[in-house]
């Protein structure tokens, strides 16, 4: 043990603190902040099975159920997405008291304090919810209830922090925003620009100890109306009022917007959609220290705080707003691809729609499945760094290629905006969601493998601390035990990923039923997933945190293996229904090959020669990675165009819409043709049209006034919006009501 230690181990060991990053103080707050769980399965190489299978499915308590059916039904009846976005930008007001009344500001916190209690499933779908009609609605809902002061005060405020003014945002008395991004900044928040220094001022007539503070930040929601912020900026304590530390960093603090210095007011329009968002600015404005989220013992321990909570936002508030998105795409494009014809055939039995249609109906199962386990882990009371940066970009990333899908289907119908159009308004909020919560390339090439190979490698993080032990003795000792650990496992794992690229299975749960070969394909690529981890870390040590394009891939094969482990326990949760067993294998199948594609082309992108070639012959990346055949694809497309309990499954939840609007229009048409089907057939049998066969007498009257009715529905449906120039004038003041000279002349 001591010749291993002194003569082997010495030697790595100083390699190593050479070769690995050590971490930095903000890079270290990141890391502790956030909790692992299935991922680290996933990330050994040799999945527990049970861990997952044990996690109770998510559930509605009935006051959850009874909030979703009524008051949210009822906000949703009050919004009309065209009047909003196009005229008022801003809900109505009479929406913004029923709000407060109903305490949506309030789902997240306690009913001690004034909240409804909400568990982080009741959360995720009130906001899938209201989505799925407004995402003006659903925005201004779910920002109090995710990152901003209510969640930061609820982890780390203070005992009077929290009596005051936990019930005061649960009443909607005070409408937080958080203040994070800086004009300079951007996605790096470290270099934020926005100041507080310590020093001495008047606060309610009294000289205090505070913070005076001066920031400029965009993109804030709800700032434009918010009547407290929670800022993020950098604390210095110059003349050392507050300790020894005059650059105490990143800190958190509540900042009432009626204070002198506050400007609040100026709006964007992000993409269109006119939920309130905003800049703020601060000039020479003064708090008093216990003004901090968490007090002054908190000052600099921002970072953390942030990294904790942003678990709400990026595991709960985009993927139930990108899940809703692509089950409306979904339930839309099925019920168009059965209405609408071309060359005398529904568009929908075309092979070139059924692949968009199946690529639709797949996303949005996978999609829901890993919101709903996502939540599920979140109520067992994890901060969930990595699982809620694999959900934020791969559910908005889904969202955007399903509802892209769902407009080439629709075509010219999705094209023309409207008050009919139902698909413009999720169109016009992707680059919103895959911008906000983090930017999507940043948690791609930075957060999921980077944050998560430290996380939730069984060895990698404990070694690191090891190396950067100033005790060397203590250090070595540590770094000999946790170094031929991490040998062994990977040892153990390299032999697993061959036998298992060889039978492409590896070890699936005894009672997994029809998807035992699903789970024995995920345990296949876990192994191969950590073996190139492994021999990642091994072969470029500290440059792989600069190789954002090989950690970028693998964040994809770790997150795509996530989302099928969400799928399979989904259907397990559903009670193995049968008939939704195409979604599963599709989403799969879909997974599998994009695994196979991410592994294939990190081993291309390895800088050492030996380290391709030994991935090549132990992982085997392109086998078993085809993807879903054709026979599989028309299957799932016909599980959307087609009505059965499976597509009720798929889209449920959604607000039903009003007759009149677009969307309601859809319904009804899809309704009358599938009810009308028989008689098609029987004029189709005939070969007549529906005169010939009137006049022949094989056609009532009554059967008749069906078809023209379900014929007049469709062409409601297919019709787009159009505008006098006079209501585009309305829309666009300034514009010219007719600009052809002989028009205008005789207009003067």
Not at 185 to 191: E, L, Q, V
Not at 606 to 615: G, Q
Request: hydrophobic share 40%; aromatic share 8%; proline share 6%.
């Amino acid at each position: 043990m001591s010749f291993r230690r002194d003569q082997i181990t010495r030697r790595i060991f100083n390699w190593a603190q050479t070769a690995l990053p050590s971490l930095s103080k903000t890079e270290s707050e990141a890391i502790a902040a956030g909790d692992v769980h299935f991922e680290a399965e996933l990330f050994a190489g040799n999945p527990d099975w049970s861990m997952l299978r044990d996690i109770p499915a998510p559930t509605l308590t009935a006051d959850e159920r009874a909030f979703i059916d009524g008051p949210c039904r009822d906000f949703c009846n009050m919004l009309d997405t065209w009047q909003i976005d196009r005229h008022a930008a801003d809900l109505p007001p009479e929406a913004w008291d029923f709000l407060r009344e109903k305490g949506f500001f309030g789902m997240i916190i306690p009913k001690e304090h004034g909240g409804l209690g909400f568990s982080a499933f009741a959360h995720s779908e009130v906001v899938r919810y209201i989505s799925s009609h407004s995402v003006v609605g659903a925005v201004t809902v779910m920002v109090p209830n995710s990152l901003g002061p209510g969640e930061l005060i609820l982890q780390f405020g203070t005992e009077a922090q929290k009596s005051h003014w936990l019930p005061r945002l649960a009443r909607g008395e005070e409408l937080p925003a958080f203040g994070l991004t800086s004009e300079q900044a951007g996605s790096d928040a470290s270099a934020m620009i926005d100041d507080g220094v310590i020093c001495k001022g008047a606060w309610q007539g009294e000289e205090v100890l505070g913070i005076r503070l001066n920031w400029a930040k965009r993109y804030i929601t709800l700032a434009p109306v918010s009547t407290v912020l929670g800022l993020a900026f950098k604390l210095r304590d110059p003349d050392g009022l507050l300790g020894d530390n005059p650059e105490p960093g990143i800190t958190c603090a509540l900042v009432p917007t009626d204070l002198p210095g506050v400007v609040t007011g100026r709006r964007h329009m992000p993409s269109g959609t006119m939920f309130m968002n905003g800049p703020t600015e601060g000039h020479d404005v003064f708090i008093p220290l216990e003004n901090i989220i968490g007090g002054p013992d908190y000052a600099g321990k921002g970072w953390m705080m942030l990294m904790s909570a942003l678990a709400a936002g990026r595991g709960i508030s985009l993927p139930s707003l990108s899940a809703a998105a692509t089950a409306l795409s979904a339930h839309s494009t099925g019920a168009y691809a059965r209405i609408r014809t071309q060359f005398n055939l529904p568009i929908g039995l075309f092979g070139g729609v059924q692949e968009p249609l199946a690529r639709i109906a797949a996303n949005a199962y996978a999609i829901d499945s890993g919101r709903r386990l996502t939540t599920a882990i979140l109520d067992q009371g994890k901060k969930l760094a990595v699982i809620s940066a694999i959900m934020k970009y791969h559910a908005t990333e889904r969202m955007r290629a399903s509802v892209n899908d769902a407009m080439d289907v629709h075509s010219g119908k999705a094209v023309i905006d409207g008050p009919l159009n139902y698909l413009q308004p999720a169109y016009r909020a992707i680059p919103i969601g895959i911008t906000v919560e983090g930017a999507n390339i940043v948690t791609r090439n930075l957060i999921i493998f980077g944050q998560g190979a430290i996380r939730a490698h069984p060895y990698l993080l404990d070694e690191m601390t090891a190396l950067q032990n100033e005790d060397r003795d203590k250090a070595l000792d540590d770094f000999d035990r946790l170094f031929w650990g991490h040998v062994g496992h990977s040892t153990k794992n390299a032999f697993r990923a061959f036998g298992s690229s060889l039978t492409g299975k590896g070890r699936a749960p005894e009672n997994a039923g029809k998807v035992r070969d699903l789970y024995g394909r995920l345990a296949r690529w876990s192994s191969a997933f950590a073996m190139t981890a492994d021999l990642a870390f091994l072969t470029l040590g500290g440059a792989l945190k600069r190789k954002e394009m090989i950690s970028a891939r693998l964040g994809d094969a770790l997150s795509e293996m996530f989302l099928v482990a969400a799928v399979l326990k989904r259907w397990e949760d559903d009670g193995r229904n049968e008939a939704d067993l195409p979604l599963v294998r599709y989403a799969a199948e879909t997974s599998f090959q994009s695994i196979g594609r991410a592994l294939e082309a990190t081993i291309d992108n390895f800088p050492a020669t030996w380290a391709r070639w030994l991935l090549r012959l132990m992982t085997r990346p392109g086998a078993h990675s085809r993807g879903p055949s054709d026979d599989l694809t028309e299957k799932v497309a016909m599980l959307a165009y087609q009505p059965s309990e499976t597509r009720n499954r798929l889209v449920s939840g959604l607000h039903p819409p009003a007759p009149e609007s677009g969307l309601g229009l859809l319904e009804t048409a899809y309704r009358l043709v599938l009810d009308t089907e028989p008689l098609r057939k029987r004029l189709r049998d005939l070969k007549k049209s529906p005169a010939d066969a009137k006049a022949a007498g094989v056609l009532s009257d009554a059967e008749m006034a069906r078809l023209q009715e379900a014929e007049a529905a469709v062409q409601r449906v297919v019709a787009v919006d159009d505008f006098t120039p006079e209501a585009l004038s309305d829309l666009f003041p300034g514009t010219t009501t007719d600009p052809r000279p002989d028009h205008r002349e005789a207009a003067e």
